[in-house]
């Protein structure tokens, strides 16, 4: 595995993209539900263990859907028992550095609400209500990346992403633009500013002998499409601004008619790397996840 490259979790598909994901970068998934975007984002965080000593954390923004399954399916696929850490845990700078704490490695910051996250589906109330609720929930988000990062994490996923006509009217969309862009994409000095706010000096010292490079973090977004068929997905305009515009990687998951059935495929649309395949992967799906044909 090349040093500047992760490893998708799915045996073949690595070589097809020249070692895997470029690291520091963001890779989306795109494909309706079901399809199998949950797997392969399980599959890619738990390539962590082999690659950095550590699986990577899930982040869940799931509020509208039925839960994606994540701890059935990691169990299941990898062995891996979650854990799931609380809105309710309080943010102490005193203990944060303190190798003995536990930090769940799942984080699910958008409550089950039954509630659309588009604002042109909210009243003025309800999409206030949204953002006071973010708001709430910065300082454990921040806290949930950047601790993990700290100690050795290379990888996250985001999942529960829902489809929308304006991805700028989306409440999901806009904390996505802050995670990566004010969190990921951030020197991790300046991070920890934020988390730390005015008591970052008495914790200086330490927050410097704990830093890491961002260039070293690799992102997917599991991003759940409107349409099913690949051929759909592939012919569909990017709008700007649109986040599959900024993205190194944009794969799309889709199903193929061949005669009176359907397959599941692969393709890789965008990958910033010395090799992108050209040709559509058949894959399908076992207790053990995603693997190609």
């Known amino acids: 595995m090349s040093n500047n490259h992760q490893s998708t979790g799915i045996i073949g598909l690595d070589e097809k993209l020249g070692g895997g994901f470029v690291s520091g970068t963001m890779a989306v998934l795109v494909g309706s539900s079901g399809i199998g975007k949950t797997q392969f984002g399980i599959q890619y965080a738990n390539a962590g263990l082999n690659q950095e000593g550590l699986r990577g954390v899930l982040f869940d923004m799931a509020s509208r859907v039925d839960p994606q399954g994540h701890n059935e399916y990691s169990q299941r696929i990898c062995n891996w028992i979650l854990r799931e850490e609380s809105l309710e845990t309080r943010f102490e700078h005193e203990k944060f550095f303190d190798s003995s704490r536990v930090a769940g490695d799942y984080f699910h910051p958008l409550r089950y609400q039954g509630k659309r996250v588009t604002k042109r589906d909210l009243d003025f109330d309800q999409w206030n209500d949204w953002n006071a609720e973010l708001s709430h929930n910065l300082d454990s988000t921040i806290a949930f990346f950047f601790g993990h990062f700290i100690r050795g994490v290379r990888r996250f996923?985001?999942?529960?992403?829902?489809?929308?006509?304006?991805?700028?009217?989306?409440?999901?969309?806009?904390?996505?633009?802050?995670?990566?862009?004010?969190?990921?994409?951030?020197?991790?000095?300046?991070?920890?500013?934020?988390?730390?706010?005015?008591?970052?000096?008495?914790?200086?010292?330490?927050?410097?002998?704990?830093?890491?490079?961002?260039?070293?973090?690799?992102?997917?977004?599991?991003?759940?499409?409107?349409?099913?068929?690949?051929?759909?997905?592939?012919?569909?305009?990017?709008?700007?601004?649109?986040?599959?515009a900024g993205a190194n990687t944009i794969i799309y998951m889709g199903k193929i008619r061949d005669g009176v059935k359907f397959k599941r495929g692969i393709y890789v649309a965008k990958h910033r790397s010395d090799k992108c395949p050209d040709e559509i992967l058949l894959y399908d799906i076992n207790d053990k996840g995603i693997f190609l044909l």
């Open 157 to 244: 996923v985001v999942d529960g992403i829902e489809p929308v006509q304006r991805q700028g009217e989306s409440i999901q969309f806009e904390l996505l633009e802050y995670i990566y862009h004010q969190i990921i994409r951030k020197d991790a000095e300046w991070v920890a500013r934020d988390l730390f706010r005015q008591n970052y000096y008495l914790y200086q010292e330490v927050v410097s002998n704990n830093l890491y490079r961002k260039e070293d973090v690799g992102c997917m977004v599991c991003y759940t499409s409107p349409e099913t068929s690949l051929d759909a997905m592939i012919e569909k305009p990017l709008d700007e601004g649109d986040l599959l």
